[in-house]
């Protein structure tokens, strides 16, 4: 279930409860006139099951009442009501295939925003990742892999083409292009900085590394498995399993890729080098096609519940 929180003007809360009342999967409708003062107007409160929230947001937000007031959503981690149960079983489809699309535009706005926190993180991963490729460790890789936040941005461009956002898709490709440059250039200063101190050698770089050298050496499996993690990753964004979204980072070699690249073109290594920014962008590429092509498929599969359902109703 989801806790609605509404302020509306008071000459507009008669619309909204009308709304919430004749929306099937809804309980507990609240209304305090007058709470409200900034801004001014009635406080409306109500519990919707997940399969009716993106519906009650598309009509509060055709209403403008997040212009004239404003809307909230959270998520109810425990809700012990037979009323609440009631609602969830008469509202259409399944909880856990129902999506959020004001939250997942909300939620990707954020992660692909170009910060110093996101680019910090992603430096720090492509700099651990550098010592992982170099050592041959493939601890380090993993570890590089779930700390990097790279499909913050890949989502927000999956996002942006589904729902037609041109804003938010910019703002996504600025995020990827500027994070993943930078951090390439600070690993490159890095890896000479580690070479002068005698930590990475020629022989490290040049010499055979059976646990890492798929990062410069990309195939057929590196698109798939990046098309197979971009589903996931999508999936556990719409379903809010948020927790699945470490499983995708430890899937693709986004960063190593971009970390080896950076090591080998400071060692003029420069077929490594090539390697490996094939494999970023396969992996790149693989995730973007994959998690787009999710989104559209679970656009249209909950359409078609909704019209069965109506139909059926």
Not at 44 to 73: F, N, P, Q, Y
Not at 131 to 143: E, F, H, K, P, S
Not at 155 to 180: H, Q
Request: net charge negative; with cysteine.
């Amino acid at each position: 279930m989801l806790h609605l929180r509404v302020i509306t003007p008071a000459d507009r809360t008669a619309e909204v409860t009308g709304l919430l009342e004749r929306t099937v999967g809804t309980a507990h409708l609240v209304v305090l006139e007058g709470a409200a003062r900034d801004p001014r107007g009635d406080l409306v409160l109500c519990d919707v099951a997940r399969e009716a929230g993106d519906a009650v947001l598309s009509e509060l937000r055709a209403m403008g009442i997040d212009k004239s007031g404003s809307v909230s959503v959270d998520e109810i981690g425990l809700s012990l009501s037979a009323r609440a149960d009631r609602a969830e079983k008469e509202a259409p489809g399944e909880a856990a295939d129902a999506v959020l699309w004001e939250q997942l535009s909300d939620a990707t706005h954020e992660e692909s925003t170009l910060s110093v926190t996101y680019l910090a993180f992603l430096m720090l991963a492509t700099m651990i990742a550098a010592c992982g490729v170099v050592l041959d460790n493939a601890i380090l890789i993993v570890g590089a892999m779930a700390v990097g936040p790279e499909f913050g941005p890949l989502a927000g461009i999956c996002t942006a083409l589904v729902r037609r956002t041109p804003r938010l898709a910019w703002r996504s490709v600025i995020a990827l292009i500027a994070g993943f440059a930078a951090a390439m250039l600070v690993t490159v200063g890095f890896s000479l900085l580690m070479d002068a101190l005698g930590l990475f050698t020629d022989e490290q770089v040049e010499g055979d590394r059976p646990n890492t050298r798929f990062i410069y050496d990309p195939d057929a499996f590196s698109f798939v498995v990046a098309a197979l993690a971009g589903t996931a990753g999508m999936l556990s964004l719409t379903s809010a399993k948020s927790g699945a979204l470490v499983g995708v980072a430890i899937s693709v070699t986004t960063v190593p890729a971009a970390a080896n690249a950076a090591v080998a073109f400071s060692y003029r290594e420069y077929a490594q080098a090539w390697g490996s920014t094939e494999q970023l962008l396969l992996n790149l590429a693989g995730i973007v096609l994959a998690g787009t092509a999710t989104l559209l498929v679970q656009k249209a599969l909950w359409r078609r519940s909704r019209h069965r359902a109506q139909r059926t109703g």
